[in-house]
């Protein structure tokens, strides 16, 4: 599917099942970015988030168009943008509303962390 390290836009609804199907079957984290082209905190966010993905190439980065998908935003809840989706094994974890890059990077380690025992 391309290099990893990188964001990858979702244009299709085949092409985000597929990568629902694959969240399941590998375990990995997905952190999705609802977004859409006329929206500044979201063009604000892109390159941050083209940073994440280089720096944690074992982190699957998906970018979703809400006006492009509407169906899968709506499928999602998706009421403002942008939103940050993780999840695991096709099961959302977490979420970040907002164009909050702290509280993004945060999250990202918090579910990349090994659990340990309190």
Known sequence: MGEQGQVFAIHTVESWNEQLELSKATKKLVVVDFTA??????????PILADLAKKLPHVTFLKVDVDELESVAQDWAIECMPTFIFLKEGRI????????????????ENHLAPVQNA
């Open 37 to 46: 082209s006329w929206c500044g905190p979201c063009r604000f966010m892109a």
């Open 93 to 108: 974890i977490d979420k970040v509303v907002g164009a909050r890059k702290d509280e993004l990077q945060c999250k990202i």
